[in-house]
Nanobody, 125 residues
Framework: QVRLVESGGGLVQAGDSLRLSCVASGRTFSSYAMGWFRQAPGKEREFVSTIAKSDLFNTYYSSSVKGRFTISRDNAKNTVYLQMNNLKPEDTAIYYC?????????????????WGQGTQVTVSS
């Protein structure tokens, strides 16, 4: 079992930056791929970014955030980060961290076995 706890959300203005953190406990963190998803009001949850397990370290981004967001991981701290720059009002959502035991990283929700409770990001114009 893996427990995931996100933090770092908040209310910012357009153009600002935020860094989300997700701390994992339980099984070996470095063997999991980690992903970030988000859900805006009235919309379905969507893929944001993923980083593969530590011996691969591949990263992938949705087209809507590529070039603005950066995912990274610190295995010593069991933490995955999402650095979000040049935030836009359309980035407003609850952001969820997820863990994928297969380790390769994926953009589909069904690939992830464990989920955090989410952290709210609100970007004002």
């Amino acid at each position: 079992q893996v427990r995931l706890v996100e933090s770092g959300g908040g209310l910012v203005q357009a153009g600002d930056s935020l860094r989300l953190s997700c701390v994992a406990s339980g099984r070996t963190f470095s063997s999991y791929a980690m992903g970030w998803f988000r859900q805006a009001p009235g919309k379905e949850r969507e893929f944001v970014s993923t980083i593969a397990k530590s011996d691969l370290f591949n990263t992938y981004y949705s087209s809507s955030v590529k070039g603005r967001f950066t995912i990274s991981r610190d295995n010593a701290k069991n933490t995955v980060y999402l650095q979000m720059n040049n935030l836009k009002p359309e980035d407003t959502a609850i952001y969820y961290c997820a863990a994928d035991y297969q380790g390769f990283g994926a953009s589909t929700e069904s690939s992830y076995e464990f989920w955090g409770q989410g952290t709210q990001v609100t970007v004002s114009s």
